[in-house]
């Protein structure tokens, strides 16, 4: 233990919120910068924006959404269009306040004219979104599916999928929107945080009943009623990709920022939470991402009123202590493949409350030692223990082909079981999906490209905003300019796009073109030249015109440096 802080480099850090620590220079934290920023309603609603703009089939799992208050009279006015056009169309809208978790001040409406803008919660930047008013519903319950992905490595790209999630229920049968029902938060919002306190709460320590099960038991539900559990297994993870996919070009920003490419640094990895919905059709819908799920595996019980006690919740235990147990195993620095491994981990964690963020350690390690500790910030050396246990498989996961959806999802047990000194230890839940079916996703990564010209011109190291200066040089040694398009015309475009995403007011600590603004200003660049292309293979084009004669003066200076 370090109770004046961490003296010696650590293997693995653990932050309990956000990446940033005082200087880490090697091991691995559990956490990317910027995750946070890039995960929010408005950012995930703009990234999801952009992919459906480029990709609308692929990108359909995300509802429409506009932002407020800035798209406001977009929003009404293309409900106004579509309602013109389908007047049977009875749509119902859902307001959520950015970067709100748990429930915070959501509100349902019915039409536009409904959108509350004063007050403190409703003054706040929002995400107003289609309501899906056709969710799958079992025992008449709404219910959504929380799932734990983890993102191994950004660069590469390496994505892992937990076999098992969990399944938070209502507690009010449901019924179809209607003026009537709206503010009913226990029929319409399936957060366990708002549902706990209903007096239809149920707890129980069975995975198969109660107000949060596993998704597995759900599967078998849905697969006893005859449902394609394979294929819905197989949205859900293309699902996963695609949304990952829209996430890293903003990440990799982040990144070259905080961790400057050629200095010593750490390297990262994160657990996220997706939050998603099945429609009545099965198809899964994505309702958000979240950067810091929670990992607690006890739950509050009313003892008598006024009086709780935290309990543990089975069905908590049995999703959460396999991911991180896991997580722990794919990134063990030696790969030591024992059945008690031994490492230098380092805890940040908020208060001592955080253990519930590392239910493992908590559970194996740290009982007696919780109520030791009130430092905001602490670091430990410890030996952990990787619980042996059941590990609920779905068995749906397709394990033996390269393609997706092609592939036949395994139905036998897990090959041989882990082999060597990991023998004896459950199987992994995690599963990679990503490099595994890389061929399938290749084509969505366009953004990831105009990014990479981004990071090429933002010059100064630790930043995240292109300069004037930056964006000439782009335009110049993409060979972007001619006599349709002078220099002249280049500021004025540069000068439109920045100053309209800055009025936006995200992020006021530097000024310069953000990663957004520059994938507008690329994607007009696109248009103009492309003129007759759907905007994707505008875009490809534009970016094979631009690699090209990067890759010219690359080889140019090369060669000149030799000279
Ligand atoms: P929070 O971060 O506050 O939990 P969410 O986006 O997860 O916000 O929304 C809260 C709940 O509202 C979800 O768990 C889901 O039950 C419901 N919900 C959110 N968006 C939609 C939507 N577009 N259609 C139907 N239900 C939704």
Request: hydrophobic residues 40%.
């Amino acid at each position: 233990q370090f109770p004046f802080g961490r003296r010696l480099p650590c293997d693995i850090y653990w932050h309990g919120v956000s990446f940033h620590d005082n200087n880490i220079f090697s091991g691995q934290v559990n956490k990317f910068p910027g995750m946070m920023e890039t995960v929010r309603k408005i950012t995930l609603s703009r990234a999801m924006r952009t992919m459906q703009d480029l990709f609308p089939l692929e990108y359909n799992f995300y509802p429409r959404s506009w932002i407020l208050p800035e798209e406001l009279p977009l929003f009404v006015a293309e409900v106004r269009v579509m309602k013109d056009s389908d007047p049977s169309w009875k749509p119902t809208f859902i307001v959520k306040p950015d970067g709100g978790c748990q429930g915070d001040g959501i509100y349902l409406i019915k039409d536009p004219s409904d959108i509350r803008l004063t007050g403190s919660i409703q003054s706040r930047p929002a995400v107003v979104q289609e309501y899906i008013c056709k969710p799958l519903l079992m025992d008449k319950l709404k219910f959504d599916i929380r799932l734990y992905v983890l993102l191994k490595s950004l660069e590469p790209l390496e994505i892992y999928i937990a076999k098992d999630g969990l399944s938070r229920f209502c507690t009010e049968p449901y019924q179809e929107p209607t003026l009537k029902n709206l503010h009913q938060v226990f029929m319409h919002l399936t957060n366990y945080s708002l549902n706990i306190h209903s007096e239809n709460f149920i707890h129980s320590d069975s995975v198969n009943t109660g107000s949060k099960r596993t998704f597995s038991s759900i599967l078998c539900r849905l697969s006893s009623r005859g449902a394609d559990v394979k294929k819905l297994w197989s949205d859900i993870i293309s699902l996963v990709i695609k949304t990952i996919i829209a996430l890293t070009p903003e990440l990799k920003v982040y990144y070259q920022s905080d961790i400057p490419a050629g200095k010593p640094g750490p390297t990262c990895f994160q657990i996220l939470g997706f939050d998603i919905l099945l429609m009545k059709n099965l198809k899964p819908m994505l309702l958000e991402v979240n950067a810091n799920p929670s990992m607690r595996i006890e739950h509050e019980q009313e003892l008598s009123p006024g009086v709780f006690e935290n309990v543990p919740s089975p069905v908590d235990e049995e999703v959460k202590v396999a991911v991180i147990r896991d997580t722990l195993r794919l990134v063990d620095p030696q790969k030591k493949k024992r059945k008690d491994a031994q490492a230098n981990i380092c805890l940040c964690l908020p208060c001592p409350k955080g253990f519930t963020e590392f239910p493992c350690l908590y559970r194996e390690g740290m009982k007696d030692k919780q109520h030791k500790h009130h430092s905001l910030k602490l670091s430990l050396k410890l030996k952990f223990y990787l619980k042996l246990g059941s590990c609920p498989s779905l068995e749906h996961v397709p394990e033996s082909s390269e393609s997706l959806l092609d592939a036949v999802p395994a139905e036998r047990p897990e090959a041989a079981g882990p082999r060597g000194p990991e023998a004896g230890l459950p199987s992994l839940c995690l599963k990679q999906v990503f490099p595994k079916y890389a061929k399938q996703f290749g084509s969505l990564r366009l953004v990831d490209r105009v990014a990479a010209l981004f990071i090429r011109f933002l010059g100064v190291k630790g930043t995240t905003k292109l300069g004037p200066t930056g964006f000439r040089t782009f335009i110049r040694n993409c060979k972007l300019s001619n006599s349709n398009f002078s220099m002249a015309a280049v500021d004025i475009l540069y000068i439109d796009i920045t100053r309209r995403w800055n009025s936006m007011g995200i992020d006021h600590k530097e000024s310069g073109m953000c990663l957004q603004a520059f994938v507008e200003a690329f994607f007009c660049l696109a248009q103009k030249k492309y003129k007759s292309l759907p905007l994707h293979e505008q875009v490809a084009s534009l970016l094979e015109f631009c690699e090209g004669h990067l890759a010219a003066l690359d080889e140019k200076r090369l060669l000149w440096g030799w000279g």
